[in-house]
């Protein structure tokens, strides 16, 4: 049975009422995950309204992306694997698309979950996620993206280009892929994911942050 620990009803809510009566809001610190099997990526439909959050599979726990912080550490830094759309430093940091390989580096196994939403409600069974943007240290940033084994970009930040920036996929799924930075720093990558409902479009944007260290 799935967790709806949505922070944002203890820590959340709590800073935000300090920060409105002009107090200090920095002890209620955002939960960060930096290991484990975690669907940065998972859709909830209520009836009415998709929601978009974060699934930690090892405790079965949802996060409001608002107050979650994803952490990838030195130890995520691998060779890069040579793909242009990697850029041209010698290494990236990867969290990989196997469970077994981020066990062994003791980094986030990041996927993209569907899981949660049935069949026969949305049009063709499939929902879209979009990369809205991408910035790091507060700037756009082109050193994020999602891709296959064999080089198949999911989603890429690159502001030069319009592909890769969205793709569908079947409800009822799990998908996983390499997440790769670029260079190290604080990402907010701001994804949305849209489905069409009784022909009545339905979307949810979120923005997640990423630490990267260096």
Same mark, same amino acid.
């Given at each position: 049975?799935?967790?709806?620990?949505? &922070?944002?009803?203890?820590?959340?809510?709590?800073?935000?009422? &300090?920060?409105? #009566?002009?107090?200090? +809001? +920095?002890?209620? #610190?955002?939960?960060? &995950?930096?290991?484990?099997?975690?669907?940065?990526?998972?859709?909830?439909?209520?009836? +009415?309204?998709? +929601?978009?959050?974060?699934?930690?599979?090892?405790?079965?726990?949802?996060?409001?992306?608002?107050?979650?912080?994803?952490?990838?550490?030195?130890?995520?830094? *691998?060779?890069?694997?040579?793909?242009?759309?990697?850029?041209?430093?010698?290494?990236?940091?990867?969290?990989?698309?196997?469970?077994?390989?981020?066990?062994?580096?003791?980094?986030?196994?990041?996927?993209?979950?569907?899981?949660?939403?049935?069949?026969?409600?949305?049009?063709?069974?499939?929902?879209?996620?979009?990369?809205?943007? #991408?910035?790091?240290?507060?700037?756009?940033?082109?050193?994020?993206?999602?891709?296959?084994?064999?080089?198949?970009?999911?989603?890429?930040?690159?502001?030069?280009?319009?592909?890769? @920036?969205?793709?569908?996929?079947? *409800?009822?799924?799990?998908?996983?892929?390499?997440?790769?930075?670029?260079?190290?720093?604080?990402?907010?990558?701001?994804?949305?994911?849209?489905?069409?409902?009784?022909?009545?479009? @339905?979307?949810?944007?979120?923005?997640?942050? *990423?630490?990267?260290?260096?």
């Amino acid at each position: 049975m799935r967790t709806r620990n949505r &922070l944002l009803t203890v820590a959340g809510l709590a800073a935000a009422t &300090l920060a409105t #009566a002009g107090l200090n +809001s +920095s002890a209620f #610190a955002a939960t960060t &995950l930096s290991a484990g099997h975690v669907d940065v990526l998972d859709a909830d439909w209520d009836g +009415s309204a998709l +929601s978009l959050h974060a699934h930690d599979e090892e405790t079965d726990t949802e996060y409001d992306p608002a107050d979650l912080t994803l952490a990838v550490p030195a130890a995520a830094k *691998v060779t890069n694997p040579g793909f242009g759309f990697l850029g041209s430093g010698s290494q990236v940091w990867l969290l990989p698309d196997t469970q077994a390989e981020a066990n062994a580096a003791g980094v986030l196994f990041p996927g993209i979950s569907t899981e949660h939403l049935t069949t026969g409600t949305f049009a063709n069974n499939s929902v879209t996620y979009t990369l809205v943007s #991408a910035t790091r240290n507060g700037a756009a940033t082109e050193d994020f993206s999602v891709f296959t084994d064999g080089g198949t970009r999911w989603f890429d930040s690159n502001t030069a280009t319009t592909n890769f @920036k969205s793709q569908t996929y079947s *409800v009822g799924a799990h998908n996983h892929a390499n997440w790769a930075f670029e260079e190290a720093g604080t990402y907010v990558l701001t994804f949305r994911v849209q489905g069409t409902v009784a022909g009545v479009a @339905k979307t949810a944007t979120e923005a997640y942050t *990423v630490v990267v260290s260096s």
